[in-house]
């Protein structure tokens, strides 16, 4: 069962600049970063309130988020949506044909996570998160 909108994810090429413009605008807090080197991105988490936003910076030019911004420019990148039971509505998802981005959920220190491919969504890369 959906929960609600977990946060946005945007494409940058500076989080730092981007995180201070929408710090002034909109009185967003900084909150933790973590680096993937594997998938070549930093992630920044912004928010204020209930509104989170992630700021997805590339680090090195062979990273996804790189390759993304230079097909895509910056901008959206994806929408998550919290879930109660993520392998639950894997399994519904499934069964209407939807895709996924990857065989299994990525395990993350706070949450269990994976991507829905845009293929099945109009092209909008969806997010589904279950907080652990």
Avoid: Y
């Avoid at 977990?6 to 201070?20: C, F, N, R, Y």
């Amino acid at each position: 069962m959906l929960k609600k909108i977990d946060h946005i994810a945007l494409a940058v090429q500076d989080a730092g600049e981007t995180s201070a413009l929408l710090s002034k605008l909109f009185g967003f807090k900084v909150g933790r970063t973590r680096e993937d080197p594997k998938a070549g991105f930093i992630s920044t988490m912004i928010s204020d309130a209930d509104v989170r936003v992630e700021l997805l910076q590339p680090a090195g030019q062979q990273g996804m988020v790189q390759k993304f911004i230079e097909k895509r420019g910056e901008g959206l990148h994806h929408v998550s949506i919290q879930v109660d039971n993520l392998d639950e509505e894997m399994k519904r998802l499934k069964g209407l044909g939807v895709q996924f981005a990857s065989d299994k959920p990525m395990e993350l220190d706070d949450a269990t996570l994976i991507f829905v491919h845009p293929k099945s969504t109009g092209g909008l890369l969806i997010e589904l998160t279950q907080k652990k």
